[in-house]
């Protein structure tokens, strides 16, 4: 009996895995169509100062509309560009749009745009982002590149020359997503990094899991005390924005504030009744 479902779930199995390699395959095609075709957007989501309600820069995130396929997440393309090598002329799409915006909707705002580390370690990085940024006339501290950890692991000379590089002609450079890879505290002494972003599963556990809070604080203040920004990413409701704002957070970003949308959404200001409940709140956890 167990013999015989052990077999049936092979047969089962195997057809599925073979239907999720001709789907990778079928995207792997269509996402070289997709530059010519026009299929990508830009959406951005604000990073809000918890200080002042402001909108103090915006994450570029792209967007797929495949027409047959409908939208498209980038969990389900980015992973499959990177393996085919796409990513590079997709990775500079996305950056000379962000230079677009930045140039032409968004003068004197501040973008910060993610850099798959298939890019990052592509030879011709840093030349098509230096030809990229002095084309649009943008000036290159505008832009936050954002890094994930993964970048670090391998060779960490290159790694570094290629952080000083970005840092020397100007670029901001944030590392993404901290604390979810096989993140060492060394690194961020090591690399020259001007922000962290608080991946949102540790904002996620926060009020559900005990030693969340704690956490949340120590890396908030080691960030901090090493001179770096502290964004908290996946911010959902106002007691997560409370405790990070309260815990010296630099900025917030998430659902709350606002989603990603497209640049003709894209508002300044966050809404001033969430900001005010939130100075109430921060008030009343002060007197506390
Ligand atoms: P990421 O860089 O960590 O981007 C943040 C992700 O969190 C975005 O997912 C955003 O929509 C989502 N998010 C923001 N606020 C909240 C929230 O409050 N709750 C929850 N549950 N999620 C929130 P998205 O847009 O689906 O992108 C997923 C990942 O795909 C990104 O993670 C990034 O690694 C990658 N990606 C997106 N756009 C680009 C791009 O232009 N280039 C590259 N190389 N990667 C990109
Ligand atoms: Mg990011
Ligand atoms: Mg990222
Ligand atoms: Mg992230």
Not at 221 to 244: S, Y
């Amino acid at each position: 009996q167990s013999k015989n479902s052990g077999r049936n779930t092979w047969h089962v199995f195997r057809p599925g895995m073979n239907a999720e390699v001709e789907r990778r395959r079928e995207i792997e095609v269509e996402l070289k169509q997709a530059l010519d075709r026009h299929e990508f957007e830009l959406y951005l989501q604000p990073r809000i100062d918890p200080a002042t309600g402001s909108v103090s820069s915006h994450e570029a995130l792209i967007r797929w509309h495949n027409p047959a396929r409908g939208f498209v997440n980038p969990g389900d393309f980015i992973p499959v560009a990177e393996a085919s090598g796409t990513i590079i002329p997709i990775g500079e799409w996305v950056f000379r749009e962000a230079c677009r915006l930045l140039s032409t909707e968004l003068p004197g705002q501040r973008v910060s745009v993610n850099v798959s580390p298939v890019q990052f370690r592509h030879p011709g990085f840093l030349d098509a982002l230096g030809e990229i940024v002095h084309r649009s006339g943008v000036h290159p501290d505008q832009i936050e590149l954002e890094i994930t950890e993964s970048v670090l692991i391998d060779d960490d000379r290159r790694a570094q020359q290629i952080l000083r590089s970005l840092k020397r002609m100007g670029f901001g450079v944030a590392l993404d997503d901290f604390g979810t890879g096989y993140s060492s505290l060394s690194y961020l002494s090591r690399y020259p990094f001007d922000t962290i972003k608080l991946d949102r599963r540790f904002v996620a556990n926060l009020g559900v899991v005990n030693s969340a809070e704690v956490i949340v604080r120590s890396i908030i203040d080691l960030g901090r005390g090493l001179g770096m920004k502290v964004v908290a990413e996946g911010v959902e409701t106002i007691d997560e924005a409370i405790f990070l704002s309260a815990s010296g957070c630099n900025e917030l970003q998430g659902f709350l504030f606002g989603r990603p949308q497209p640049l003709s959404q894209v508002q300044r200001w966050c809404d001033p009744m969430l900001m005010s409940e939130m100075r109430r709140r921060l008030l009343q956890a002060d007197a506390d």
